[in-house]
């Protein structure tokens, strides 16, 4: 279409030139001027329709485009809403596990502290007539029963809450893929938006009947077609990056993938382990109750990794975010934090699994949940965040996180990251740091 914008421009060009000559020449005479105008309004005309035809076919390219960036926006509008309500159905369900979990683990132990089959017998020996053993027999039951109760309740919740985190990875994805399309979106409007404004200015330039004002135009329309030609090199370009980024995103999922059934495996045997000794000790009297509490709480810190990978805790506390054993990635699926978690196992530091974890809430739930702490801004510490330029683009729900590889005088920081939107490794510097939180693994 450009060949034959400039074409139409170029032959309106020689038109308007040859019949340019007898008015500039000031010897010329009045009737002849006036001939070689008329020449000149003629030849326009009979490319007016040409012109207007490459107008409106381009306009109508622009609303459609321009209609198509609405519908995207409502798309990510109600990500972003559903987003919202599934981080809050995450956390409630987290909470809940970790509650019921302190619970069965305080029975657990009151049961091997007590000898709770010791006691069961001695109940039903002891006891003074066949309807005292009755009653006692029917409260053990019960007991069992509302433990049994519990614990598939548990797996019931756990079940849930890997749907739920499973639903956010998939938003995550549709987010990036939707703002990816967005963007470029806005770059073929651009694209498209300036060659409706060469073709616009070629139809001023073809019924231009004044020297001065060809010249103006054309001086126009050149400065136009070279935006043109920027806006289709820059969307070249974008287009090789999206490329380049989804290739990496290849990649690093069918490595990750691996690792996830692997863990997913171990998993499903120790939740199995898990149920089958809290059976057998499922019920243990009031009075021991107060005897365990102080080693719940000691304990409780390492429920915090609710997600299909398992966490073997590290052997300097319980609430700590480093582990120095191998585990499976609990971010796998090619985004930011899956980039930052591999940055830091390839020193021998795996970071724990942070609920809801996405990006930009590291910066709260991280140091939260004991995972990472608040540290200053410094080469190789982890950067997290909302803010438009840190992410690259706005309201975003999910965040962003990078790894800072250097901190500038005028306060930017240069970061190294990896993601849909910017490629496995991309780099970027002088971004500013207002709103950026600096973390470090406990």
Same mark, same amino acid.
């Given at each position: #279409? /450009?060949?034959?914008?400039?074409?139409?421009?170029?032959?309106?060009?020689?038109?308007?030139?040859?019949?340019?000559?007898?008015?500039?020449?000031?010897?010329?005479?009045?009737?002849?001027?006036?001939?070689?105008?008329?020449?000149?309004?003629?030849?326009?005309?009979?490319?007016?329709?040409?012109?207007?035809?490459?107008?409106?076919?381009?306009?109508?390219?622009?609303?459609?485009?321009?209609? /198509?960036?609405?519908?995207?926006?409502?798309?990510?509008?109600?990500?972003?809403?559903?987003?919202?309500?599934l981080n809050a159905q995450i956390q409630a369900?987290?909470?809940?596990?970790?509650?019921?979990?302190?619970?069965?683990?305080?029975?657990?132990?009151?049961?091997?502290?007590?000898s709770s089959a010791t006691n069961y017998l001695?109940?039903?020996?002891?006891? /003074?007539?066949?309807?005292?053993?009755?009653?006692?027999?029917?409260?053990?039951?019960?007991?069992?029963?509302?433990?049994?109760? #519990?614990?598939?309740?548990?797996?019931?919740?756990?079940?849930?809450?890997?749907?739920?985190?499973?639903?956010? /990875?998939?938003?995550?994805?549709?987010?990036?893929?939707?703002?990816?399309?967005?963007?470029?979106?806005?770059?073929?409007?651009?694209?498209?938006?300036?060659?409706?404004?060469?073709?616009?200015?070629?139809?001023?330039?073809?019924?231009?009947?004044?020297?001065?004002?060809?010249?103006?135009?054309?001086?126009?329309?050149?400065?136009?077609?070279?935006?043109?030609?920027?806006?289709?090199?820059?969307?070249?370009?974008?287009?090789?990056?999206?490329?380049?980024?989804?290739?990496?995103?290849?990649?690093?999922?069918?490595?990750?993938?691996?690792?996830?059934?692997?863990?997913?495996?171990?998993?499903?045997?120790?939740?199995?382990?898990?149920?089958?000794?809290?059976?057998?000790?499922?019920?243990?009297?009031?009075?021991?109750?107060?005897?365990?509490?102080?080693?719940?709480?000691?304990?409780?810190?390492?429920?915090?990794?609710?997600?299909?990978?398992?966490?073997?805790?590290?052997?300097?506390?319980?609430?700590?975010?480093?582990?120095?054993?191998?585990?499976?990635?609990?971010?796998?699926?090619?985004?930011?934090?899956?980039?930052?978690?591999?940055?830091?196992?390839?020193?021998?530091?795996?970071?724990?699994?942070? #609920?809801?974890?996405?990006?930009?809430?590291?910066?709260?739930?991280?140091?939260?949940?004991?995972?990472?702490?608040?540290?200053?801004?410094?080469?190789?510490?982890?950067?997290?965040?909302?803010?438009?330029?840190?992410?690259?683009?706005?309201?975003?729900?999910?965040?962003?996180?990078?790894?800072?590889?250097?901190?500038?005088?005028?306060?930017?920081?240069?970061?190294?990251?990896?993601?849909?939107?910017?490629?496995?490794?991309?780099?970027?510097?002088?971004?500013?740091?207002?709103?950026?939180?600096?973390? #470090?693994?406990?």
């Amino acid at each position: #279409m /450009k060949k034959r914008i400039i074409s139409a421009i170029l032959l309106s060009t020689v038109v308007l030139t040859a019949a340019a000559a007898p008015v500039s020449n000031v010897f010329a005479d009045t009737d002849s001027d006036i001939a070689a105008q008329d020449a000149t309004i003629s030849s326009a005309q009979s490319a007016k329709a040409q012109a207007q035809a490459q107008v409106d076919s381009l306009q109508a390219k622009v609303n459609s485009l321009q209609q /198509k960036q609405a519908s995207t926006k409502a798309e990510i509008t109600k990500i972003e809403n559903e987003a919202k309500a599934l981080n809050a159905q995450i956390q409630a369900l987290t909470e809940s596990i970790a509650q019921r979990t302190k619970t069965l683990e305080a029975q657990a132990r009151s049961a091997q502290v007590n000898s709770s089959a010791t006691n069961y017998l001695d109940a039903v020996v002891n006891s /003074k007539s066949l309807t005292d053993v009755i009653q006692k027999v029917t409260a053990i039951a019960t007991v069992s029963s509302a433990n049994k109760q #519990m614990l598939e309740q548990q797996e019931q919740e756990q079940k849930e809450l890997k749907q739920k985190s499973e639903t956010v /990875k998939k938003n995550y994805n549709q987010f990036v893929a939707l703002s990816q399309s967005l963007n470029s979106q806005a770059q073929e409007l651009t694209s498209q938006q300036a060659e409706l404004k060469v073709a616009t200015l070629n139809y001023q330039a073809t019924i231009a009947t004044a020297q001065d004002k060809k010249d103006s135009l054309l001086a126009e329309k050149a400065a136009a077609q070279k935006a043109a030609q920027e806006a289709a090199a820059k969307q070249a370009a974008y287009e090789a990056q999206q490329k380049q980024a989804a290739q990496a995103q290849a990649a690093s999922t069918a490595a990750t993938t691996k690792a996830v059934e692997q863990a997913t495996s171990s998993s499903s045997s120790s939740s199995n382990s898990s149920s089958s000794s809290s059976n057998s000790s499922s019920s243990s009297s009031s009075s021991s109750n107060s005897s365990s509490s102080s080693n719940s709480n000691s304990n409780s810190n390492n429920n915090n990794n609710n997600n299909t990978t398992v966490v073997t805790p590290p052997s300097s506390g319980g609430s700590s975010g480093i582990n120095s054993t191998p585990i499976g990635n609990p971010y796998a699926g090619g985004g930011c934090t899956d980039y930052v978690w591999q940055h830091f196992a390839a020193q021998g530091i795996y970071i724990r699994n942070i #609920m809801p974890g996405n990006g930009g809430q590291w910066a709260s739930n991280g140091p939260a949940q004991g995972v990472l702490h608040v540290v200053g801004a410094a080469p190789g510490v982890i950067a997290s965040g909302f803010s438009t330029d840190f992410v690259g683009y706005a309201g975003s729900p999910y965040g962003h996180v990078a790894i800072v590889t250097g901190v500038n005088s005028d306060g930017t920081i240069n970061v190294i990251e990896g993601g849909s939107g910017f490629g496995w490794g991309h780099t970027r510097s002088h971004v500013s740091a207002a709103g950026v939180t600096f973390l #470090m693994p406990n």
